[in-house]
């Protein structure tokens, strides 16, 4: 069974890479929640969060953060990948919203990351 690590490389880091899953215009709304996402060719996916102060205090905020990384660390392995063997660069965003326990935040995300694979999918065929 491999491991589910949460390495540098499974993170958003630099301004351009956010600017570049902003520029894909892609995202969906789950519950609280918008995701973001672009194909980034490689063979694992990426998680950025964009967590703003109107969200609440930075205790509230690295909650959240917390959660959505363990969410995304148990849920790597799920998220599909292209015929062309890249993967999805993920931004997530969120609204103020009392704490939903890890739980939920794993729905939001598969959710989320489904609807973005189909309609990812839907415009490559347009595209072909």
Not at 28 to 57: D, E, K, Q, V
Request: hydrophobic letters at 35%.
């Amino acid at each position: 069974m491999a491991k589910l690590l949460f390495r540098p490389k499974h993170r958003l880091t630099h301004r351009r890479q956010f600017e570049a899953v902003h520029e894909a215009r892609m995202k969906t709304p789950c519950g609280p929640l918008t995701i973001h996402s672009r194909r980034n060719g490689l063979p694992h996916p990426r998680l950025g969060m964009s967590i703003g102060r109107a969200f609440g205090g930075a205790v509230q905020r690295n909650r959240l953060k917390r959660c959505l990384r363990e969410a995304f660390r148990l849920l790597q392995l799920d998220v599909p990948s292209s015929e062309s063997g890249g993967s999805y660069d993920l931004l997530v965003t969120s609204r103020k919203h009392d704490d939903a326990g890890m739980e939920q935040y794993m729905l939001w995300l598969t959710d989320g990351i489904e609807r973005l694979d189909r309609e990812w999918r839907k415009r490559e065929a347009r595209g072909a």
